[in-house]
């Protein structure tokens, strides 16, 4: 069983997907628990995978599926399942967001789609399930049908929101198709220079048969990286995000802003570093300094967009943009020419390793914000956020936890947030990148005025106008608490906890990331 | 260049078609047409790969007659792939030698390549679904707001951002 | 020497362990005080036992964990801390029992967040006292600037939310702009988080320039030393209770402030780096600049928490001026110099000057309801012990004997004088005129201009005794730092011993 776990963690809930499609038909109430340990045995299975992945010599664990193994067939013939240290990480990432946001989905559900349950759930699973196989994948083809998974289910669960959604879902899914056609086409062009599908394969051909310099390999990079863009929401090929997330229902919010665009990043790292491979990537193409000046203006496009919005979870939803910024960056930090001087990605990448853990904490970090909102919302009756007043007095536990995430989303220590810019910016200055610092900078003040401006207003409530004869004022008892149910508190509670817990570690989680960046950085072989 | 045209014609069409389709699903206004440019653009992109797969003009589709019962189709995939992206194979004969497997495995470069057929085959499936649940979003959009046309929709869109 | 000890770190935990009681008891307002005051006398002893160590050379040290490659959270009480350390916590006490009086005596709303935010503030200010390395300091900074809001904005009015935006507006705006900046910019230099015992790692790795602009960023990035331009945040606190105002905005928060600064100029620079900087100099203008413009502010405010506000503003100046003449080049080879024996030790006398005066301002409020200083004629009648509080405070921060204030003034102008600038002495001086002529008078108006009897209802007599005692606690503190100030000196001076360049 243990060394079926890199398959067992896709299985279990796309199994259990199938029943609750087909039970639930019969027992809704059996959704939500079949759901809940479908992604209980996802998380156990990923996180038996990582330390399978950390044990072993090599930092990694292959897994062909169906038997078709590397000894008795040429690599890529088969489809192979590759854990290493990073997408071992964003796998447990996944199972424990797609976790917290079943718990969490069970009011909204039943308020937002009722009747609808074995259809959400069914759908919620399976994008937890193509997220996973994007994350776990060695093959390039089997990840375009992941990818279309996982996109499918999501345009589904956002249209089935509100009127505006279905509107917000087309769009969605016409930018989608365009970007996952591009990546195809983009593979496409890699096969017939490589004839391989296997992401290693294709690389180990492209550096042995010294195809760095064909112009095809450059058409199907640009193709992939194309598609990858419109996926990534990086500017300005973001428009549909916030419309989608923004509009989706409350539940759906919770899953697919944490961990759509950040599977994305990944996607995106995997393709540059083994895929392609960073001599390509930061030598042969020298896109360094324009793809960080685009981050520079997406973190700041972002953060002023947020700015003007009224809308609570549109306003995360710009902030997505400029988080993207910040991650898209902070993988283009790396200055041209580097691989060829014989500087190692291990020690001059920081950027890189900044990268990798804001993948991990901005996942966190969304999702409690969404999670916070999700809960502040239901107790407002309103997502506008000047009716978010007096909710510190309402429900402070919600309000608590949303203040911990507002403080991550600034950097403040020791919230994760603090350490992924720190990673990113001490990226920037070795690289000697100050726009990308002065962007990082700046989003964080801009963060700090919008997170307080919703703070502000949660915390004072309605200002009373006149004074008394003591200067002080006269304060009514604006009713008592009434704070939300257990099923909204716990994942809230739990995912600020980890915001905490992912800051604490971060050297852990860095030591890791440089550990994968070194596999890299020797051929990928380990 | 009548000839540089004519040796990559197929790729050419799926160059047009791809522009076609992108163009109909970025400018159209219409749902549906953005829809059909959809469909376009995906056939395109299976123009492209079944193009890939072809190897010369003798070359067949890539169906095994029946071999005894010692054909070993490990090996023979396994050949079919390893060689694809040595131009032509010319060594091929070399290579079977280094095999023993025997006199019984078909030349590949007399079949085309089926790996891209295959991959095609979930790509239409996806293609399909994608279609599919695109036609249902458009539905739900029709039976809520009553039209299809873009312009009329974002500005009914906004009216209940407002109110 | 140093040695490996658990004390720095229980100095900041006892606040927040006390947090917790607080919280639980906060249904019984006697038991939740007491609460309180059993953490800062817990905090004070544990600081005051580790001072034979310190004296005597050696410092307890406690390493946490080290949280990024190369960078420990650290807390160290070396002699600078540890003079900060004591102030703070032996004045949170007296506070404490302030703090009843007022909150109780004006009935106030949300006493357990109060309380329970003040443990978490002393605990962060314990927690920049004790700091090992830039980093630590800097975790601690955002901790007290973000523990401290709630307590500005006590009031939740819209004067409270006001002054709460412009309070996090500049300190936080300045903290993520420029100080944390400049410490990724070192650390990623350095690839340390330059402890304060070893300046010298920072200035093999940068040249002058980049000195000077890290020196600049880090001085102007810790905005609650009130260095102008970025000192508006601190009358904007003044919307705080008044216990707030007299221990974090006089003593606490503020001393963090320059206290950071001090450190920057003896921990992250050394020495020879700082005189090789040119644009060292500027901090000294900006910062007499400071001491002159508040000075003139504060003469034409009435309210008498602004007017204090400004005349914070302007001693923080004093020890800003006193430890940036650090750069100036002819104090190279000066074994412990002058200014900055008068910089530490005006951190302390400062302190219980200033909470003096705002203790009274508090007390006049409680008992009269008086804000502005046009009504406080004749008032000093009516509540004796207060106002001679506020005078002796008054001469502390003045400058005048018999107040400790005095001592730490005549070793900054003594170092003025050493460090050959003498524009700075002649400003110190002015300044020290000027406070004569904004504080002076509202003792003098509260005893000698009787007209105003009239304007009291009725009976307006001394505030609660836990508000007037501890104001004539910290009153008789200033006096006594004047005649007992030796063992305060020798450890400023053996805080300058140990900024010397090794």
Excluded at chain 1, 40 to 59: G, M, P, R
């Amino acid at each position: 069983m243990v060394e079926h776990a890199p398959v067992l963690l896709m299985v279990v809930p796309l199994l259990a997907a199938v029943f609750c499609a087909l039970l639930g038909l019969r027992w809704k109430a059996l959704c939500l628990p079949l759901t809940i340990i479908g992604f209980i045995a996802a998380l156990y299975f990923s996180v038996i995978t990582f330390l399978q992945v950390s044990a072993s010599s090599d930092h990694q664990v292959i897994y062909f599926l169906g038997g078709w193994n590397a000894s008795e067939f040429p690599r890529g013939v088969g489809i192979e399942y590759r854990v290493d240290l990073l997408n071992g990480m964003l796998l447990i990432v996944i199972a424990a967001v797609a976790l917290l946001a079943a718990i969490f989905s069970k009011q909204f559900v039943s308020m937002e789609t009722p009747g609808k349950e074995p259809q959400y759930y069914a759908l919620f699973l399976l994008l937890a399930v193509g997220l996973m196989g994007m994350t776990i994948t060695a093959d390039a083809f089997n990840l375009y049908v992941l990818l279309e998974v996982s996109s499918l289910t999501s345009y589904a669960l956002i249209a089935m929101g509100s009127r505006r959604a279905s509107v917000a879902a087309f769009q969605y899914l016409i930018m989608g198709t365009i970007g996952a056609s591009f990546y195809l086409l983009g593979v496409g062009y890699l096969y017939i220079k490589t004839g391989s599908l296997n992401m290693q394969g294709i690389h180990d051909i492209l550096i042995g048969e010294g195809l760095l310099e064909s112009p095809a390999v450059y058409v199907a990079f640009l193709l992939i990286f194309v598609g990858v863009w419109i996926k990534l929401a990086f500017f300005p090929l973001s428009t549909w995000l916030p419309n989608a997330y923004s509009r989706a229902p409350t539940a759906t919010g919770c899953i697919i802003a944490p961990l759509m665009t950040k599977v994305s990043v990944y996607i995106m790292l995997r393709i540059m570093l083994t895929v392609f491979g960073p001599e390509y990537v930061y030598d042969e193409l020298s896109w360094s300094g324009p793809m960080v000046w685009i981050a520079v203006v997406a973190i700041i496009a972002g953060s002023i967009l947020a700015l003007g919005q009224k809308d609570l979870r549109r306003m995360l939803s710009y902030l997505i943009i400029a988080e993207v910024g910040y991650m898209v960056g902070g993988a283009w930090l790396l200055a041209p020419g580097g691989m060829a001087r014989g500087e190692s990605l291990y020690s001059t990448a920081t950027g890189l390793v900044g990268t990798g853990y804001h993948i991990i904490s901005d996942a966190a970090m969304t999702l409690c914000l969404f999670l916070a909102v999700g809960a502040m919302i239901v107790k407002a009756g309103s997502s506008r956020i000047e009716d978010m007043k007096g909710l510190f007095r309402k429900c402070p536990v919600t309000m608590a936890c949303f203040v911990v995430g507002a403080l991550a989303m600034i950097g403040v220590p020791p919230t994760c947030g603090f350490f992924s810019k720190w990673y990113l910016i001490s990226g920037a200055f070795e690289a000697g990148r100050w726009e990308f610092a002065a962007a990082l900078i700046i989003s964080s003040l801009v963060n700090a005025v919008l997170f307080f401006r919703i703070i502000e207003f949660a915390y004072f409530g309605k200002l009373p106008e006149v004074d008394d004869a003591h200067g002080h004022h006269q304060r009514h008892d604006e009713g008592g608490m009434e704070e939300n149910p257990p099923s909204m508190l716990v994942p809230l509670v739990l995912a600020s906890v980890a915001l905490i817990a992912i800051g604490l570690f971060n050297k852990e989680i860095a030591g890791y990331l440089s550990q994968f960046l070194n596999t890299v950085a020797m051929g990928g072989q380990g | 260049m009548e000839e540089f045209i004519q040796s990559r014609f197929n790729y050419w069409i799926y160059v047009i078609l791809m522009m076609i389709g992108l163009w109909g699903m970025i400018s159209k206004n219409n749902l549906i047409k953005k829809l059909i440019g959809m469909s376009i653009f995906q056939t395109a992109i299976i123009l492209f790969y079944v193009s890939v797969a072809v190897k010369s003009e003798t070359a067949n589709i890539p169906i095994l007659p029946h071999h005894g019962h010692d054909y070993s189709p490990k090996i023979a995939f396994a050949h079919a792939v390893s060689d694809d992206h040595e131009n032509g194979g010319h060594d091929d004969h070399a290579g079977h030698q280094a095999h023993p497997v025997g006199p019984k495995i078909p030349d590949p470069d007399g079949y085309a390549n089926p790996l891209p057929h295959v991959l095609m085959l979930t790509a239409i499936v996806v293609g399909v679904a994608t279609l599919g649940l695109a036609l249902a979003i458009t539905q739900k959009i029709y039976r809520e707001y009553g039209t299809l046309e873009e312009d009329q929709l974002l500005e009914k869109v906004r009216a209940d951002d407002h109110g | 020497m140093e040695i490996y000890s658990i004390k720095p770190l229980l100095a900041f935990l006892a606040p927040l362990l006390g947090l917790v009681f607080i919280n639980l008891l906060r249904k019984k307002p006697n038991w939740r005080e007491g609460a309180t005051f059993v953490a800062a006398f817990t905090q004070c002893g544990i600081v005051f036992s580790m001072l034979p160590d310190a004296l005597a050379g050696n410092y307890h040290v406690f390493t946490f964990l080290e949280i990024l490659p190369d960078v420990h959270i650290r807390l160290r009480a070396d002699p600078m801390g540890m003079i900060f350390a004591m102030v703070a916590s032996t004045l949170w006490i007296v506070t404490t029992l302030y703090g009843i009086g007022y909150m109780r005596g004006l009935k106030e709303h949300a006493q357990t967040r109060f309380f329970s935010f003040f443990a978490v503030s002393l605990g962060a200010t314990i927690g920049v006292a004790f700091a090992a390395n830039l980093f630590t300091l800097y975790l601690f900074y955002e901790m007290l600037s973000l523990a401290t809001f709630p307590l500005v904005t006590h009031h939740q009015d819209r004067d409270a939310r006001g002054g709460g935006r412009t309070y996090l507006t500049y300190l936080l705006g300045t903290s993520v702009a420029f100080a944390l900046p400049a410490i990724i910019f070192i650390y990623a230099k350095t690839g340390s988080a330059v402890d304060f015992l070893s300046p010298e790692v920072l200035g093999a790795q940068i040249d002058p320039v980049m000195g000077g602009i890290l020196l600049l960023m880090l001085v102007f990035g810790f905005a609650k030393s009130g260095l102008m331009p970025f000192h508006s945040w601190l009358p904007g606190a003044m919307v705080a209770p008044t216990p707030v105002s007299a221990l974090l905005h006089a003593v606490a928060v503020v001393k963090v402030g320059v206290f950071c600064v001090i450190r920057v100029y003896t921990g992250v620079f050394d020495q020879d780096l700082l005189q090789s900087l040119d644009i060292g100099v500027i901090v000294t203008y900006f910062a007499a600049f400071t001491v002159l413009i508040s000075s003139l502010i504060a003469l034409s405010q009435d309210n008498l928490k602004r007017r204090l506000a400004f005349s914070t503003i302007g001693q923080l100046g004093y020890i800003t001026v006193g430890v940036s003449m650090l750069s100036s080049g002819a104090l190279s080879g000066v074994e412990s110099p002058q200014a900055m024996t008068g910089s530490i030790l005006h951190i302390a006398m400062h302190a219980c000057g200033k909470i003096t005066l705002f203790f009274c301002a508090g007390a006049i409020f409680v008992a009269s309801g008086c804000k502005y200083i046009s009504q406080l004629d004749g008032i000093g009648r009516r509540m004796p012990f207060t106002m001679i509080a506020f005078l002796i405070g008054a001469l502390s921060v003045i400058g005048l004997p018999p107040t400790g204030g005095v001592i730490s003034k005549w070793f900054l102008i003594m170092g003025a004088l050493e460090a050959k600038y003498l524009f700075v002495m002649v400003i110190l001086l002015t300044s020290s005129f000027l406070n004569i002529i904004y504080l002076l008078p509202i003792a003098v108006r509260a005893f000698f201009i009787p007209k105003n009897e009239g304007a009291f209802h009725g009976s307006v007599k001394e505030a609660p005794w836990q508000c007037v005692v501890p104001l004539c606690v910290t009153a008789v503190l200033s006096v006594l730092l004047f005649f007992f100030s030796g063992p305060l000196l020798e450890l400023c001076s053996s805080s300058a011993d140990f900024l010397k360049p090794r």
